[in-house]
């Protein structure tokens, strides 16, 4: 049984490493990663980088190498490649699992600004402070350019891609990320604004429990869409149960019979 990953992601990661461990014969594991990041942290298992050339060039790899499970869990704000890999799936009559991380869900004490997008978040800065701690990624950047009177603290994993504000200090930093260090943060950049997409997840969390204990403002771009009507998960762990049932519901190699290529 062959599974593909879309990852990229810690819950990816995670998955592929409980699979590797898991006693289901036959069973081969393959992620697949954009290619986004210069360092990525690699699974275990088989692993692909780069795209697939759209929903078709997904489809076609994904007979090519006789996928049996699509599994999605990709960043939440990559909602190209989930559309993409709904497609594929219907296309190429593969099924399809998305895991999702839940949101994040705002606490006593919080003081949220939410968005639909990285222009609505700039939109609203100048009105909130001048000290900014922007952990939205290293790319969209251009939709804060022109804040030139705002000072910007860029946390990302890779160098951020210009055009970006004038006044910017680059901090190049790779979750998990701790309570200590993001209270540390907050205090020694005089921060007075977070600005965060919604990606969920415990890993880089503890910024927003930071900004909570300093009174801080948040602003929160919300998630894209997603395609409807995909199974979804919220865990590794349920992902796994899904594998497990999947392999157990396959025709044993005899009814399968012998593959032939041409």
Do not use: N
Request: aromatic share 4%; charged share 25%; glycine share 10%.
């Amino acid at each position: 049984m062959h599974v593909l990953i879309l990852g990229g992601t810690t819950e990816a990661r995670r998955l592929a490493e409980r699979l590797a461990a898991e006693p289901l014969p036959g069973l081969r594991v393959t992620t697949s990663l954009a290619g986004r990041v210069s360092a990525p942290r690699t699974p275990p298992g088989q692993v692909r980088v780069g795209g697939f050339g759209g929903a078709e060039g997904l489809a076609d790899w994904l007979r090519e190498h006789r996928v049996e499970l699509l599994i999605d869990a990709t960043h939440p704000f990559a909602d190209t490649i989930s559309f993409h890999a709904a497609r594929a799936a219907a296309t190429a009559h593969v099924p399809l699992l998305a895991l999702r991380r839940p949101g994040w869900v705002p606490a006593e004490g919080d003081v949220w600004h939410e968005t639909g997008s990285l222009a609505g978040a700039a939109a609203l800065l100048p009105s909130l402070g001048r000290r900014i701690f922007l952990t939205t990624g290293r790319t969209g950047l251009s939709a804060f350019a022109d804040l030139a009177d705002l000072w910007f603290l860029v946390r990302s994993v890779d160098p951020p891609e210009a055009p970006y504000p004038p006044r910017t200090e680059v901090l190049l930093d790779r979750g998990p990320f701790t309570p200590e260090g993001e209270r540390e943060l907050l205090r020694r950049h005089r921060i007075d604004v977070l600005v965060t997409k919604d990606s969920g997840g415990a890993a880089t969390a503890p910024k927003l429990a930071a900004a909570r204990e300093a009174g801080v403002p948040v602003v929160v771009v919300r998630r894209p869409p997603v395609p409807r009507g995909v199974p979804e998960v919220t865990g590794p762990e349920q992902a796994v149960r899904r594998v497990r049932e999947a392999h157990a519901r396959r025709p044993s190699p005899e009814r399968r019979g012998p593959h032939v290529c041409g």
